[in-house]
């Protein structure tokens, strides 16, 4: 690949642009499929051979270990054998691989697909395209419900979908460029994890119980790293982690409720309160004050905030790379 630092700049770069323009295409194949592929098969063959809580953690840390260093020594091997090809090549697929462990455009793309029925008045087809996203009940939800809804989806998952795998990417690159998407994409194969089996019901509790608290883990802190950069962005990093220090302690998640906190905060809304799930209420915590009411605008903003993050970081990673032994 040529000079490592230089390599790795250009790759990262390369990524976000990537994933800023294009996204990830629906009708693109995308390693997450394969990914999703390898855990329902395995969760289905573990779930109907084991009934034994032992037996089904034991199962859950074999299948973390699996998914995970698998799907990072995959897309190392990838790279490699394109580097060898030729070193474009490998930047290119190293580029390529990134940029899919980025859903910075994905974010976006379905905030505006929610929003743009829903400021034209048509609030029966807001609520459709709002629950390919969300897990809650849409059908019934109101306006500022869909709002609310939106804003939490951008901000919940602006750290593990964007923040988090961009962290352990630059975090790679001090090693090589190789190592970089190595690190992200096995992120993103601990994130899949979660979002998949890492649930506390059944039957998912004893089975999942290994991804999410690795999940768990591996987010932490890259989740604190960006509540600090979006605290001192605000200029008024007192007063805004104040708030998150006050609400976030009280959601469960150790991660979104930071996440979701520190937008609210530096936004000036108030996001959480109660939710349907299969027509079950379930409450969560009120995160911010509701300075502001939650407008289109305010969603544009919070996703605004999601992309200057990225490119502080983007700034500060070629920096460390570049004049950093």
Same mark, same amino acid.
């Given at each position: 690949?040529?000079? !490592?630092?230089? $390599?790795? %700049?250009?790759?990262?770069?390369?990524?976000?642009?990537?994933?800023?323009?294009?996204?990830?295409?629906?009708?693109?194949?995308?390693?997450?499929?394969?990914?999703?592929?390898?855990?329902?098969?395995?969760? /289905?063959?573990?779930?109907?051979?084991? +009934?034994?809580?032992?037996?089904?953690?034991?199962?859950?840390?074999?299948?973390?270990?699996?998914?995970?260093?698998?799907?990072?020594?995959?897309?190392?091997?990838?790279?490699?054998?394109?580097?060898?090809?030729?070193?474009?090549?490998?930047?290119?697929? &190293?580029?390529?691989?990134?940029?899919?462990?980025?859903?910075?455009?994905?974010?976006?793309?379905?905030?505006?697909?929610?929003?743009?029925?829903? =400021? =034209?008045?048509?609030?029966?087809?807001?609520?459709?395209?709002?629950?390919?996203?969300?897990? /809650?009940?849409?059908? =019934?939800?109101? #306006?500022?419900? %869909?709002?609310?809804?939106?804003l939490e989806t951008v901000t919940e998952n602006a750290v593990d979908g964007v923040m988090a795998p961009l962290?352990?990417?630059?975090?790679?690159?001090?090693?090589?460029?190789?190592?970089?998407?190595?690190?992200?994409?096995?992120?993103?194969?601990?994130?899949?994890?979660?979002?998949?089996?890492?649930?506390? /019901?059944?039957?998912? @509790?004893?089975?999942?119980?290994?991804?999410?608290? *690795?999940?768990?883990?591996?987010?932490?802190?890259?989740?604190?790293?960006?509540?600090?950069?979006l605290a001192l962005w605000s200029r008024r990093p007192r007063q805004v982690l104040q708030v998150c220090c006050?609400?976030?302690?009280?959601?469960?998640?150790? $991660?979104?409720?930071?996440?979701?906190?520190?937008? &609210?905060?530096?936004?000036?809304? =108030?996001?959480?309160?109660?939710?349907?799930? /299969?027509?079950?209420? @379930?409450? +969560?915590? *009120?995160?911010?004050? !509701?300075?502001?009411?939650?407008? !289109?605008?305010?969603?544009? #903003?919070?996703?605004?905030?999601?992309?200057?993050?990225?490119?502080?970081?983007?700034?500060?990673?070629?920096? @460390?790379?570049?004049?950093?032994?």
């Amino acid at each position: 690949m040529g000079t !490592p630092d230089l $390599n790795a %700049i250009a790759l990262l770069g390369g990524a976000a642009l990537l994933d800023y323009l294009i996204g990830d295409p629906w009708t693109w194949p995308h390693p997450v499929q394969a990914m999703g592929w390898v855990i329902s098969a395995y969760s /289905r063959g573990a779930l109907a051979r084991l +009934k034994a809580p032992w037996a089904l953690r034991l199962a859950g840390v074999v299948l973390t270990l699996l998914v995970i260093l698998g799907s990072g020594a995959i897309a190392f091997g990838l790279v490699w054998l394109g580097d060898h090809l030729h070193p474009i090549v490998g930047l290119i697929l &190293a580029i390529l691989l990134l940029a899919s462990c980025l859903a910075g455009r994905s974010l976006r793309d379905a905030a505006l697909d929610v929003l743009t029925p829903l =400021q =034209q008045g048509d609030l029966a087809e807001s609520r459709s395209r709002l629950s390919r996203y969300v897990g /809650r009940d849409t059908d =019934q939800l109101s #306006e500022a419900g %869909i709002l609310r809804a939106v804003l939490e989806t951008v901000t919940e998952n602006a750290v593990d979908g964007v923040m988090a795998p961009l962290f352990y990417a630059i975090l790679g690159a001090m090693i090589h460029p190789m190592a970089a998407v190595a690190l992200a994409m096995g992120y993103k194969a601990a994130s899949t994890l979660d979002s998949m089996v890492g649930y506390r /019901r059944a039957p998912y @509790t004893d089975l999942g119980w290994c991804s999410a608290r *690795l999940e768990d883990i591996l987010t932490w802190l890259p989740c604190r790293l960006t509540v600090l950069t979006l605290a001192l962005w605000s200029r008024r990093p007192r007063q805004v982690l104040q708030v998150c220090c006050r609400d976030a302690i009280a959601d469960p998640s150790p $991660n979104s409720g930071w996440s979701e906190c520190i937008y &609210a905060a530096v936004l000036g809304v =108030q996001v959480g309160g109660d939710n349907i799930y /299969r027509g079950v209420v @379930t409450s +969560k915590p *009120l995160l911010g004050d !509701p300075v502001r009411s939650i407008t !289109p605008t305010v969603v544009r #903003e919070a996703i605004a905030l999601t992309r200057l993050c990225l490119f502080l970081w983007l700034g500060g990673g070629a920096l @460390t790379l570049l004049f950093l032994p």
